[in-house]
């Protein structure tokens, strides 16, 4: 019998309802308003998202990276796995009840990702936290973008904060040269990709995993400065 499933906490927020929810020992969900945000056991795209930013900035000997969106702290461990001692890594997230969880009771599932003493983590919105290190002169070696919904197709996308026209110049202002930016997507979108193009960026994509639903992470990397 499929054991059901127990409320953790509940707080409200600007953006609605957050609950944690528990289901044995190592089984959590976080939604919004009823609706699955993050699921502990579906998150394949998210680790390949961490995963390949890391090994994007490998040959950095001081690489920094922002995370947007810590969610359950899936992405952040999978790129502090393949980061180096040396690595700053800073976690934009918008909700500080997301973090308190993460060094709470999903702790476990990461390792203590958030406890790391390469990482930061910063409250408020990335796309400001992107605005400001744009304002200040290249201040990341990677962006990797896990937020609640990615880039959508649309009209309104073109001025989506995090992955409108102007927010994909913010992002290139942020970035060293060679530098990554990396996103994560429910599908694929061919008019995104042509806007990173614009921007520009040489972007990659996978659809990590077989068989279900296959996310889309996308890898948009800078063009290196010529000596």
């Known amino acids: 019998m499929t054991r059901p ?5 509940r707080v409200s927020t600007p953006d609605g309802q957050l609950e944690l929810r528990q289901r044995g020992e190592r089984d959590f969900l976080i939604t ?6 993050m699921n502990a056991h579906a998150n394949r795209s998210e680790l390949a998202l961490g995963e390949r930013a890391a090994a ?14 810590l969610g359950m702290g899936c992405t952040l461990r999978a ?3 393949g980061l180096p001692a040396e690595a700053q890594v800073t976690v934009a997230e918008l909700n500080p009840v997301i973090a308190a969880w993460c060094r709470g009771p999903l ?5 203590g990702a958030v406890e790391d003493p390469r990482v930061e983590v910063w409250i408020g ?4 936290r992107i605005a400001l290190a744009a304002e200040d002169g290249p201040a990341f070696d990677g962006i990797a973008l896990d937020l609640y919904e990615g880039p959508a197709p649309g009209v ?5 904060p995090h992955f409108g ?3 994909l110049r913010r992002c290139r202002g942020a970035l060293a040269p060679g530098g990554l930016l990396a996103i994560w997507a429910e599908d694929p979108d061919p008019a995104f990709v042509d806007r990173l193009r614009r921007a520009g960026f040489e972007v990659h994509q996978e659809r990590p995993g077989r068989g279900g639903r296959r996310h889309v992470v996308y890898l948009a990397t800078l063009a290196a400065a010529r000596s």
Do not use: N
Request: hydrophobic letters at 45%.
């Open 32 to 37: 919004q308003d009823g609706r699955v945000l």
């Open 107 to 111: 702790a476990a599932l990461t390792g």
């Open 156 to 160: 309104r996308s073109l001025r989506d």
């Open 56 to 69: 994007a900035l490998a040959a950095h000997p001081r690489p920094r990276l922002l995370i947007g969106g």
């Open 165 to 167: 026209e102007e927010a």
């Open 125 to 128: 919105d990335v796309a400001r």
């Open 5 to 9: 499933w127990r409320v953790l906490e």
């Open 79 to 81: 790129a502090l796995d």
